[in-house]
């Protein structure tokens, strides 16, 4: 009986959670009215934004057409990750983050071990055979959400009140590390907020086709 009602509370509370919270939209473009895919919205208000604690996930990236699939990967500190070949060619796959150090040589079909990733920050990855692919490993324990190819990003249920945010994307120059924005967040609302941003044009259409097929 007490597990029941236990059940019947947790859902009452979630349920009055997503009638009284508020939305949170963020729009996010390039500078130029161009939607923004792949921009990365944290919610870093001063107040309890922690993602709730959950088992450790395992994300994969892909190799397709010698483009890491996704370009942009948002994950937890402690999750892990693996590196999958599914093209014709050779792979070299590297970061030389100081957040993880890494090399795997994939020949076609082949995968890495799951490697760990501990800390917070952000993992570039690279190929040592193809200069045109690049993924981005965004680690941390705040809410984090990818805009679409909308440009959109969304936080469900949120409190009211105020909400402090950064806005990064794997295009803006050397060294930024993105836009910080204010939100106010109604109670049983959806609060739009536009962000834009300057891009540097996207690394991975410059392709060397000499070289591919390595």
Not at 8 to 23: C, P, S
Not at 141 to 161: C, E, H, I, T, V
Request: with cysteine.
């Amino acid at each position: 009986m007490r597990r029941a009602y236990q059940t019947l509370a947790g859902l009452v509370m979630g349920l009055a959670a997503n009638a009284y919270g508020g939305t949170l939209v963020v729009h996010v473009d390039d500078g130029h009215g161009h939607p923004a895919e792949s921009a990365v919205v944290t919610l870093e208000s001063p107040g309890d934004t922690a993602t709730p604690t959950s088992a450790p996930a395992t994300h994969t990236i892909d190799q397709r057409d010698e483009t890491f699939i996704p370009y942009v990967e948002v994950m937890r500190p402690g999750d892990q990750v693996v590196f999958r070949n599914s093209d014709n060619t050779r792979h070299q796959v590297y970061s030389f983050s100081d957040l993880k150090r890494f090399e795997y040589v994939l020949r076609p079909g082949t995968s890495s071990p799951p490697l760990t990733i501990d800390g917070s920050g952000i993992i570039a990855v690279g190929c040592n055979i193809h200069d045109e692919m690049i993924n981005y490993l965004f680690v941390t324990s705040k809410p984090a959400r990818l805009s679409g190819k909308d440009g959109n990003a969304q936080f469900d249920s949120l409190a009211p009140g105020s909400y402090s945010l950064r806005v990064w994307h794997p295009q803006l120059k050397p060294g930024d590390q993105g836009t910080r924005v204010e939100a106010v967040v109604a109670e049983g609302s959806s609060t739009p907020l536009k962000v834009h941003l300057t891009l540097l044009p996207d690394p991975r259409a410059s392709m060397d086709r000499e070289h591919m097929g390595y």
